[in-house]
């Protein structure tokens, strides 16, 4: 079962976490969270007492997926919790929860687009931009802090 909320004392420790830049906060996260850091393709950490699988993503505005890495999602991997932090200037203003499998739908492509980024080169940049408004119509888990 993933995360259904963030507690508060989840959230201070996010607080205190600049979540601007680039990539390297997974451990800082997954330590905020009470989470073990776990480095298998499409996960950063896991839940040590139920097990669960989470991917982080941060940002301030649009996520960047790869559509031909998606494409060749397995059963499990599209399982997969993935848990946005959104920021502003670094600042935690919400976190929402989804699987990669609710990106994909979230995404929409036809079958025929999927199997077309699914054979296009390696290499190739086939990215999507998931735009902020799209990630908050997924399950949010700070609504301690609305």
Not at 10 to 20: A, D, H
Not at 58 to 76: C, N, Y
Request: glycine content about 6%; overall charge positive.
């Amino acid at each position: 079962m993933t995360i259904k909320s963030l507690t508060n004392e989840q959230i201070t420790n996010l607080w205190k976490i600049n979540l601007s830049g680039n990539g390297g906060k997974e451990n800082e996260i997954a330590k905020a969270l009470g989470h073990e850091r776990n480095h298998q393709p499409f996960v950063d950490a896991k839940c040590p007492i139920t097990g669960v699988l989470y991917e982080y993503k941060k940002q301030s505005g649009t996520q960047w997926f790869d559509l031909h890495k998606l494409s060749k999602l397995t059963k499990a991997q599209a399982d997969t919790a993935i848990l946005f932090f959104i920021h502003d200037d670094g600042k935690l203003v919400g976190a929402y929860k989804s699987t990669y499998q609710d990106v994909c739908d979230a995404i929409n492509l036809t079958p025929q687009e999927w199997e077309w980024a699914k054979n296009a080169p390696t290499g190739a940049q086939v990215k999507y931009s998931l735009k902020l408004k799209q990630i908050k119509k997924f399950t949010c888990i700070t609504s301690k802090l609305s």
